[in-house]
């Protein structure tokens, strides 16, 4: 199932009620699949499927407090590290995406300073955000791409 930007800031792509494996959003150029988000001994991993629906342009993933996960107790976790593509890097990854290719993206979830648990296998996880940009800003047109899944189940 698609669906389309609704409410909240422009490039925004909301949904009520909880996300699945296979839930795509379109949010402007982009169309993001979730694949899962599983638990690992280093953290939570979360991956989609990204396919660039204009033609052939870089983009950046975020990590950082720009893309993250809060739990349904409201405590928010950051990513140190982004993967898009082959590119995997601390703070922000960028990536050249051919028109139509499926892409994916990945952000490591990690308790901080161990302050907090992360949340288990089985655990459903209240917003997963995926925070992406052009990383060409010439046009100086709005380039955010702002992608928000709720209700995500935890897998092993």
């Known amino acids: 199932a698609q669906s389309a930007p609704s409410g909240g800031e422009p490039g925004t792509a909301q949904a009520a009620g909880a996300s699945h494996v296979g839930e795509t959003k379109t949010v402007r150029q982009l169309e993001v699949t979730l694949n899962r ?14 396919r660039n629906l204009v033609d052939d342009r870089e983009y950046c993933l975020f990590s950082g407090n720009r893309s993250r996960m809060v739990d349904d107790l409201g405590n928010v976790y950051t990513s140190p590290q982004a993967q898009l593509a082959e590119q995997f890097r601390e703070g922000v990854a960028c990536a050249r995406l051919t028109s139509g290719v499926p892409t994916v993206g990945r952000l490591l979830f990690v308790a901080q300073n161990g302050s907090r648990q992360l949340p288990g296998e089985g655990a459903r996880l209240a917003l997963v955000q995926f925070y992406f940009d052009l990383s060409n800003y010439g046009d100086r047109s709005p380039t955010t791409i702002d992608v928000q899944f709720r209700g995500v189940a935890v897998t092993r």
Do not use: D, M, N, Y
């Open 37 to 50: 988000c599983r638990s690992r001994p280093e953290g939570i991993l979360c991956e989609v499927l990204v």
